[in-house]
């Protein structure tokens, strides 16, 4: 029996590892044993496997059997190809270790570098380099990296320490320290060290290996790479790969140095070659911010050699990686060493134009390029942003941070009332709505405010969903900011702001600040607003190419989730097929026609409610008209009224009051009509279909304002596709009696105008018995349209406007974890999931021709996209600035 192997060598032209061993030695390891196999100049040296790690995790820290052995062989067979020995008195080695797991984690794990020194090895390395200097630096290094990543010697202590040998000796710069200086600060560390361990430094270079290869598998499970990992989506992983690699030094004068770069411009993408570098520096020295590093172009005019073998080796990386490259070098005394080369991390900006101009460069074709590109990210190509280099010139600072709900920047004037809000904007001003949270009344605020922020609510709260639906930026449960609506003031910390005073919002990371901020708007949606010419947005071209690219690979369609004419238009700009979800209950809420609702509500007979009805219908029918207009010729599902009808009640005194005159009714009467409409569960109350069950007047209204518009836009020449969609059917029953009221009310309209249109007629399965009888309910029914918004919770019996408290510990602590994500960002695919699975092929055996899609927040989110596409959706909807996102998802959903 073979034994598991856990160490895999590479040097001198030749790896034991491949490129697509990723997984076992780590992006880090596979990279470094494919440029060893190219040719490229890499420091022979080591990996451990990711195996090795998870052992050591899984069993308190010790090793696999052999691992200690296995390590030693190859230890040696390093100090062989190297000519040196690790800890040797006349030709020492020196070793780093490096971390290096399957999916890149820049930074989150540990690194130690120039171990094997010791104070005889340092001698030895003076002697043999003719370089007192570097030799002792290097130990300093040594000494700060091993006590701070391996011992826990708080980094400071160190640093403090340095600083101080600088100030006492006036030396500028780390670079300007004497060799006297260094062993000075050398006898300073060993002191901090002893004080904070308790014992000496030590002096034998297999236990600093050892201690070191320990401390790298431990920084798997820090606090950082555990929290990086999730707010990156990483999953799956076992542990980190360990590196261990012959050094080379950056620090041994003038000719030496260190650097960083990318293959092409990680902000923008821009296919230029973009680094930086430091002579006479090691390591970190780079990204550490001790000196202020050189631009990449400089290299050339300090060592041209190595500046154009660096361009090459830029061409030659990216044509066999087939991608922008991150790399890591070092330059010992003029002679070039690559230390690192991944697949660079960049904005979506630069994923974008990356992408698309490797494609036209003939580097990748357009199925490669439409995988690569984070569906998750695509929307922040959309939204505003707040101008950075405003708030690093002023040194602006963050007074809170909430949920990232809704991205985008936005920077204005503070209202705590819609009503307010509303006034201030017809005057011009930019405003922000500040609310606790938001709810349906609030909706003309949120329409005309440049950004939302509330303090309490999730990512699924209305104030998160409405933000998102309209593309507006959202800052949602910012819960360190108070607010007082009596005095109009916000404040955190001490510091506080007053109606009127600006403040701004980031959308994409959740920060709150209390000072004005310039934004500047998204050329995309420049160019589709028509504001800006398509030929002068380089950003947009790219855009429409890659869309390009995504629509000759989607499978499913998409649509939009739009009740108003011109989210309609800007969801059509955006790539929407059609409408997916009306919703018809926002329309009830502009000034005259809440009155019309109202007493629509308040009415005490059919007569009352018809004519109440009555009122409404022309203004509703003149809505379908102008959202028919703007699909031109897409198809429209509209949702009959949903919400319960106490949501259209004013619920304070004053609002009361007003009505009561407005109506010429009391306010007793409103206020007994309201406690006679409260509900304990209104979510499982009176809304959806029962609606229109026990007032079908209602849903006559709304077909006939409906199939009138309809009628009436095609007399027009344009073509109208309406789908009448019941709402929260749960017995087929319910949606035979809905669905012949409906039938009768186009039968009438049809003979009073002589005339007739193709329509369609289903329902929302979002309550599970439909989902579980969808078979029966597919008999009479054309479409479903999943609404998972409520089949969530239902299904999983949370309430979308209470469960954050629990959800959120159930998703991220790592104690618990039952749900991998929040359930109503992304679908529960076991739970939930396996109920729309169900519905699809139970509606499918009764009826094979009926459409089906899904409509709720689920509908804009990649991995459920892509589950739609494995159970066969025909489409999928979603808010208008998600449209592009899902059609990225879709399209990925193909390839996968
Ligand atoms: P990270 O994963 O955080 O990037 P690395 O393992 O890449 O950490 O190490 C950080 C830096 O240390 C590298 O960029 C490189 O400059 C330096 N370094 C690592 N190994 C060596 C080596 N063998 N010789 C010289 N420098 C090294
Ligand atoms: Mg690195
Ligand atoms: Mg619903």
Redesign the pocket.
Known sequence: MSRTRYVYFFGDGKAEGTVDMREIIGG?GANLADMTSIGLPV?P?FTISTEACAYYSDNDGAYPKGLREEILEHLDRLEKVMGAKLGDTENPLL??V???AAS????????V?NLGMTPDSAQALAKKTNNERFAWDSYRRFMQMFGDVVMGVPHDDFEAALQAVKTERKRALDTDLTTEDLLEVIDRYRKIYHDVVGEDFPTDPIDQLFKSINAVFDSWNNERAIKYRQMNDIRGLVGTAV?I??????NMGDTSG?G?AFTRDPSDGENIFYGEYLMNA???D?VAGIRTPEPIETLKSVNEKAYNQLLEIRTLLEKHYKDMQDI???IQEGTL?M??TRNGKRTVFSWLRSQVEMVEEGLIDKKTAVSRVPAGEFNKLFAPVLDNEQIHAKGIKEVARGLNASPGGASGQIYFSADKAEEMAALGQDVILTRIETSPEDIGGMAVAKGILTTRGGMTSHAAVVARGMGCPCVSGAGDLQIDYESGTLSVNGQSVKEGDFISLDGFTGQVFLEKIAVKESEIVQVLNGQMKEEDSLLFQNYNKFMGYVDEIRQMEVRTNADTPHDTKMAVALGAQGIGLCRTEHMFFGTERILSMRKMILANNKIEREKALAELLPMQRQDFIEIFEALNGLPATVRLLDPPLHEFLPNDHTSRHEMALQLGVTVEEIAQKTSQLHEFNPMLGFRGCRLAVVYPEILHMQVRAIIEAAIEVKAKGIEVHPEIMIPLVSHYKEFEYTKKHALDTIEKVFEEKKTTIEYKIGTMIEVPRAAITADEIAKSAEFFSFGTNDLTQMGCGFSRDDAAIFLGPYVEDTDKGFYDYDPFEVMDFDGVGKMVKMAVDLGRSTNPDIALGICGEHGGDPKTVAFCQEIGLDYVSCSPFRVPVARLAAAQAVIK
Do not use: H, I
């Open positions: 880090k420091p040296g070793v780093s490096r971390s290096g890149s984690m820049p930074g989150m794990m540990d690194t570098l590196n690699q012959a050094m080379v030094y950056g260190t960083v090691q390591g970190e780079v890591e070098f070092t060493y230390l690192q």
